[in-house]
């Protein structure tokens, strides 16, 4: 079964940037990260988790959340099986957990239910 593992989460200052990381594994014979999209999606404490940016299998459409256009750049190496999430100009309205997704296919939306395969997320906090 497909496993994700993000990374590259911790406190940083408002205004600094981040980069988080998607690493995935475990593949099915015959598939790889090419045949998958994915999301990022953020947990803010409180609150439920929200869609913030998506890739299509190939790395060449990309999508994101007002919240975040702008100031976030979602990228992928299928070749290295990780999708990478540049975030700058943090604010700490950017703080919660930061979770990955996946779904075989070309493209997905933001919606939660798009996405069979989650990774376990990881931290983020923004503050002085």
């Known amino acids: 079964q497909l496993q994700l593992v993000e990374s590259g989460g911790c406190l940083v200052q408002p205004g600094g940037s981040l980069r988080l990381s998607c690493t995935a594994s475990g593949f099915a014979s015959g598939l790889t990260l090419e045949n998958y999209a994915i999301g990022w999606f953020r947990q803010a404490p409180g609150e439920g988790r929200k869609g913030i940016t998506t890739i299509n299998n190939s790395g060449s459409k990309t999508y994101y959340d007002t919240s975040v256009k702008g100031r976030f750049t979602v990228s992928r190496d299928n070749a290295k099986n990780t999708v990478y999430l540049q975030m700058n100009s943090l604010e700490p309205e950017d703080t919660g957990i930061y979770y990955c997704?996946?779904?075989?296919?070309?493209?997905?939306?933001?919606?939660?239910?798009?996405?069979?395969?989650w990774g376990q997320g990881t931290q983020v906090t923004v503050a002085s």
């Open positions: 997704a996946a779904d075989e296919g070309l493209i997905r939306g933001l919606r939660i239910f798009e996405y069979d395969y």
